[in-house]
Antibody
Framework: EVQLVESGGGLVQPGGSLRLSCAASGFTFNTYEMNWVRQAPGKGLEWVSYISYSGNTIYYADSVKGRFTISRDNAKNSLFLQMNSLRAEDTAVYYC??????????????????WGQGTLVTVSS | DIQLTQSPSFLSASVGDRVTITCRASQGISSYLAWYQQKPGKAPKLLIYAASTLQSGVPSRFSGSGSGTDFTLTINSLQPEDFATYYCQHLDGYPITFGQGTRLEIK
């Protein structure tokens, strides 16, 4: 079955750290770009970070730059998000998301076609 | 950064109705726009990509249009399972952004 399964969420105090993991299965993980997207309780979707299929290109949202680190282990079909210096405003469900990216004759096709079920991170004292 | 503004934020409609949600980008994004549906407690689901291409398995009552800065998502003949929140997303470079969402509720 093609799926993404996140783990590692939980309750952490402000200033603390947490490492999220995402296990991919059912597809060739090392050929896909990957992202983390989060959603604060009752709020909309916020893109967090991107990593290319090789891991050579990485982007972050300004809100997490310098505090979060995205990485991947293609041998283990896994994506990670190391979150340091956590703040209350980082409280959210974090989704691991697969990005489809391909050239279609005249333009690029880009979209997020596979989402995990999400893992809840709560930052509170 | 590219900002996306969806309207309306809230929409009340009945089963069988036709509804349209709009998404306006702060600058031109060609056709690099996707639409997602999200139900409470669930992950978003891709409906439309490249502004107007229906994702495999998505019912044909969903359609998308537009390019540049103005886009629309139309749902024909609303079904009970369509009541959810809808988001647009631009994919014309990073940072990626989403619209604020449109909550579609049963009248």
């Amino acid at each position: 079955e093609v799926q993404l399964v996140e783990s590692g969420g939980g309750l952490v105090q402000p200033g603390g750290s947490l490492r999220l993991s995402c296990a991919a299965s059912g597809f060739t993980f090392n050929t896909y770009e990957m992202n983390w997207v989060r959603q604060a309780p009752g709020k909309g979707l916020e893109w967090v970070s991107y990593i290319s299929y090789s891991g050579n290109t990485i982007y972050y949202a300004d809100s997490v730059k310098g505090r979060f680190t995205i990485s991947r282990d293609n041998a283990k079909n896994s994506l990670f998000l190391q979150m340091n210096s956590l703040r209350a405003e980082d409280t959210a469900v974090y989704y691991c998301v697969r990005e489809f990216y391909n050239w279609n004759l005249t333009s690029w096709l880009v979209f997020y076609d596979l989402w995990g079920q999400g893992t809840l991170v709560t930052v509170s004292s | 950064d590219i900002q996306l503004t969806q309207s309306p934020s809230f929409l009340s409609a009945s089963v069988g109705d036709r509804v349209t949600i709009t998404c306006r980008a702060s600058q031109g994004i060609s056709s690099y726009l996707a639409w997602y549906q999200q139900k409470p407690g669930k992950a978003p689901k891709l409906l439309i990509y490249a502004a107007s291409t229906l994702q495999s398995g998505v019912p044909s009552r969903f359609s998308g249009s537009g390019s540049g800065t103005d886009f629309t998502l139309t749902i024909n003949s609303l079904q009970p399972e369509d009541f959810a929140t809808y988001y647009c997303q631009h994919l014309d470079g990073y940072p990626i952004t989403f619209g604020q969402g449109t909550r579609l509720e049963i009248k």
